[in-house]
T-cell receptor, first 115, second 108 residues
Framework: NAGVTQTPKFRVLKTGQSMTLLCAQD?????MYWYRQDPGMGLRLIHYSVGEGTTAKGEVPDGYNVSRLKKQNFLLGLESAAPSQTSVYFC??????????????FGPGTRLLVL | RKEVEQDPGPFNVPEGATVAFNCTYS??????FFWYRQDCRKEPKLLMS???SGNEDGRFTAQLNRASQYISLLIRDSKLSDSATYLC?????????FGDGTTLTVKP
């Protein structure tokens, strides 16, 4: 049982390049999330999904796109990377709970540097 | 105003001390509340969920005040291993919002 995995762990991009970050979970969770965390700050929600085939914008969606074609995978795309997108990206998954949300389980993070 | 606000600290306390963190939220429709712990450069991990009746897990006690829209975390008998950043999380209908975190350093 791997939990939540993220690929790649680290990447360096040049301004204007594109890339896709992959998140996979094996816990059959309905909900999946992409966050970014800048130094000294908390996690900010980029996009999230409440089920296969659905996506929604979070707090900071500009410059990113997502897709959830399979329940276990959630992809985050950067079409034209900018230095402001240098950050650590965390993926998480969860299930809906009686109070709205259950525990989120996080992947180990992807460290992205845009030059 | 941020949707979830925490005192950033840092809190520097000696071993054995009791320390309390507060967190306020602005969305009165929020349904779920959590405290997560994050160690340096690692992923956040659940410390405990927060229930209206309050809940305790060993040395940790969490409280929720819906009327005043704040949650709290109390750590008793602090250990060196408690040094970390503590993140307050508020969720509604699947969407979650994190506070910026409160940094705790426990010193010998």
């Amino acid at each position: 049982n791997a939990g939540v995995t993220q690929t790649p762990k680290f990447r360096v991009l040049k301004t204007g390049q594109s890339m896709t970050l992959l998140c996979a979970q094996d816990m059959n969770h309905e909900y999946m999330y992409w966050y970014r965390q800048d130094p000294g700050m908390g996690l900010r929600l980029i996009h999230y999904s409440v089920g296969e085939g659905t996506t929604a914008k979070g707090e900071v969606p500009d410059g990113y796109n997502v897709s959830r074609l399979k329940k276990q995978n959630f992809l985050l795309g950067l079409e034209s990377a900018a230095p402001s997108q240098t950050s650590v990206y965390f993926c998480a998954s969860s299930n809906p709970g009686t109070g709205g949300l259950e525990t989120q389980y996080f992947g180990p993070g992807t460290r992205l540097l845009v030059l | 105003r941020k949707e979830v606000e925490q005192d950033p600290g840092p809190f520097n306390v000696p071993e054995g001390a009791t320390v309390a963190f507060n967190c306020t939220y602005s969305n009165s429709a929020s349904q779920s509340f959590f405290w997560y712990r994050q160690d340096c450069r690692k992923e956040p991990k659940l410390l405990m969920s927060v229930y209206s009746s309050g809940n305790e897990d060993g040395r940790f006690t969490a409280q929720l005040n819906r009327a005043s829209q704040y949650i709290s975390l109390l750590i008793r008998d602090s250990k060196l291993s408690d040094s970390a950043t503590y993140l307050c999380v508020v969720a509604n209908a699947g969407k979650s919002t994190f506070g910026d975190g409160t940094t705790l350093t426990v010193k010998p």
